[in-house]
């Protein structure tokens, strides 16, 4: 029962800014770093890498302007993934306040 259960928490999760130099907000679990690459592009490092690269990231921003349209997860490996922001024009945006995600990963 209990192997049952532990495909559905999270092996990863945060909150982070969309600067220059990104900061996590509040609590996070199995993030080693993020940061950014440019414009409206940044990259999770996961503390405890996955067993595959098969995971599910779940994604969502903060954004009071509504400037950003969409976002995505791209690169995804065991050791993390790279996310980008993009804004009605289909241009990489840093104008989101933050990016929240969850990874899922089903190792039982």
């Known amino acids: 029962a209990l192997e049952a259960k ?3 928490i999270p092996k990863a999760f945060g909150r982070f800014t969309t600067v220059a130099t990104p900061a996590l907000l509040g609590t996070s679990y ?6 950014r690459g440019a414009t409206g592009q940044y990259s999770v490092v996961i503390d405890t890498d ?5 995971y599910t990231v779940m994604l969502a921003y903060e954004d009071a302007t509504a400037t950003i349209q969409t976002i995505s997860a791209n690169n995804i490996a065991t050791t993390g993934f790279n996310l980008g922001l993009r804004d009605a024009s289909n241009a990489f945006s840093d104008a989101s306040e933050s990016v929240s995600f969850v990874v899922f990963e089903n190792n039982t």
């Open 50 to 54: 996955m067993t595959t690269a098969n």
């Open 6 to 8: 532990m495909q559905f």
């Open 30 to 35: 199995n993030v080693a770093s993020v940061s």
